[in-house]
Structure formats: structure tokens, C-alpha cells
């Protein structure tokens, strides 16, 4: 899980790619922020509750300077699910960052706002859930007058328009370009845009839509020697050259076990042995393969 929390936040933690996000988002692709004007920001803040100090951490988040001015504290999220507590969330997540604004070593800086972006990937259904704190809690009506709602910036990615995916330069525009086509056409036609961090698109794509053949192609002893996947139309052909590779190497697997059984005359196990050695297979695939067509069961 931790690894997949990490592989999911590397494509928007590079600069080129956040500030992309956010000037798309936020500034109909005017480019207000460069990628030189952000820098690092811890995305963990610590609390105590219960007497212990507990520790929240959001996806990514960057400090915006212009002229060592601190401008702002812009923040990332990811969400695959509507999250009837994302409005709680970011609350929690702004808090911490305005609090640690009080502290002693922060006394003399400049005070800064704090912007927080939910990027949506869900294709198949809209944000459903509260984007502001009276939805997210109940609020009597006597006491709203003195309760400040709250707003969450939710951005659906897969139903953005195609006027706003052209405010995109970066990667995200493939990732963007992705959801868009599965929510309209329910399949992919990948684009010859040049990819600049082709494993963390491939990551994000994997882990956003639990797809594993965008990762399958990556560690491929050929690709690297070649120089790798340069663009999406790359990997298609790839995942394509696999299936095929795939499905002539299974013909061939099945034909050995009809061999082995109908004219050597094997035992299962034998046949298992067999298999193993010629398709470098492990003991439970191989068999599998002799379950599925002698239609046996293997104690």
C-alpha cells in the first residue's frame, strides 16, 4: 500500500507537471506559475488527539515564490472514489498548513493563503459527494449565521472539456486525455505526444485505473536497451506485441500437454515437470495449463 500511495504522487510532484496542473485548472492555461517558482513542501503536519500526536499527510505540495516572497502553499490530491469526507480532509490538511504558520521559527514571515485541488479520476460516474462543510456536516440553521462555510475545489478530469484539456503542456495532458476518452468513447486511442516521465505516467495510469499492463512494458530488458517508450502509441504497440506473444506462447504450452498426454502417454505430473522446464513456468501456472485442458484436478 505504501508503495502504491508513493508511485501514485510521483508524476505531480514534478514542478513542470504541478505547475501544468494548476495553471490549466486555475488559470485557463495562462502561465501564472513556471515550474521555477515552486519549491518543496513538506506534505505532513502533525496534531494531537487523545493525547497522542498523530501525523496527516496530504498527496503533494509546493510552496509558490515569486521574488523569495512566499505567494502561497498549493496542495494535490488524488482521488478514484467520491469521499463523502473529502471536505473534512482538506480542512484538516489547510488547518495544519495555517497553524504552522504560528509557529515560533515562522513568527517573522509573512502570513500566505493555502489552495488545495481534488483531482477526480472516476470516469464512470460523477463527484457525488459534499464540496462544502454545511453539506458535509449537519448544520442547524440557527447556527449557521456564525459558522464560515467551506469549499472544496473538486476538478473532474475525465469530464473536463476539450477546450480545457488544450490549457495542459505537460504529461498531464495524456493522463488527462485518458480519462476523457473512457468516459466518452469507453476505450483508448493513445496520442504520438512525446511523454517526458514515461514511468510515472505509466504508474499513475496503473494505479488510477488498476490496470497493470501500463506497467507491464516498463522494466522490459529490450526497451531499456532501445532507449524506452517515447509516447503512448509506443506502449499500445508493445502491450499489443505482448498479447500476441502471449497467446502464440500459450498455443504452444497447450500443444505440449496434448502431446505429452495423448501420444507419450505422461502422467499429470510428469507432464507438470515437463512444462515447467520448457516454458520456464512455476509448479501452480503449469498447473493450471494441465487442469484447463486435460480437465483434471491435481490433489
Known sequence: MAEKDISEKILLSFNDVFADIVNGLLFDGKQVISAGDLEEQSPRAAYKADGKIREIERDVAKRWIKNNIQIACLGLENQTEPDPDMVLRIFGYDGAEYRSQLLKENADNPRYPVVTLVLYFGYTKRWNKPVCLYDAVPVPEIIKPYLSDFKINIFEIAFLSREMLDHFHSDFKIVADYFIQ?????????????????????????????????????????????????????????????????????????????????????????????????????KDKAEEYVVEVLGIEFA
Open 182 to 282: 473512457m468516459r466518452e468513447h469507453g476505450n483508448y486511442v493513445p496520442s504520438p505526444e512525446k511523454l517526458e516521465h514515461v514511468q510515472a505516467v505509466l504508474q499513475l495510469l496503473s494505479i488510477m485505473t488498476d490496470d497493470t499492463r501500463f506497467e507491464d512494458v516498463l522494466n522490459q530488458e529490450d526497451l531499456i536497451e532501445e532507449g524506452g517508450i517515447r509516447n503512448m502509441n509506443e506502449w499500445l504497440d508493445r502491450i499489443e506485441a505482448n498479447s500476441m506473444k502471449k497467446g502464440m506462447e500459450k498455443g504452444e504450452i497447450i500443444g505440449s500437454i496434448r502431446l505429452y498426454h495423448d501420444e507419450m502417454h505422461l502422467l499429470p505430473s510428469d507432464i507438470v515437470d515437463r512444462i515447467m522446464c520448457r516454458f520456464s513456468l512455476d
